[in-house]
Nanobody
Framework: QVQLVESGGGLVQPGGSVRLSCVAS????????MGWYRQAPGKQRELVTG???????NYADSVKGRFTISRDNAKNTVYLEMNSLKPEDTAVYYC??????????WGRGTQVTVSS
């Protein structure tokens, strides 16, 4: 049974920082591309950032220079470090794991609210 469990969300002030974690189980973590997506109220889910099995990363233009994704294969965990947060970063953040024909899996999400 595959599980992706996100943690670390919450309320943060504009300009603040937060780190999200996603722990995976039931998959061979090291071979999966891991990603973070977000969905704001009334908007479609969008890709924020991803990291491949070879540790190549990509970022949405809106978060470049502010967010950093990293992975720890020994802990089956992917992280999202978010700095200089803006109110428009408010969303539910979802962890994703995908590996070609081996499946595409989602966590339940964690809420991040940026507000003063």
């Amino acid at each position: 049974q595959v599980q992706l469990v996100e943690s670390g969300g919450g309320l943060v002030q504009p300009g603040g920082s937060v780190r999200l974690s996603c722990v995976a189980s039931g998959i061979i973590f090291s071979i999966y591309t891991m990603g973070w997506y977000r969905q704001a109220p009334g908007k479609q889910r969008e890709l924020v950032t991803g990291v491949t099995s070879g540790s190549r990363t990509n970022y949405a233009d809106s978060v470049k220079g502010r967010f950093t994704i990293s992975r720890d294969n020994a802990k089956n965990t992917v992280y999202l470090e978010m700095n200089s947060l803006k109110p428009e970063d408010t969303a539910v953040y979802y962890c994703n794991a995908r590996a070609g024909g081996m499946g595409n899996f989602w966590g339940r999400g964690t809420q991040v609210t940026v507000s003063s």
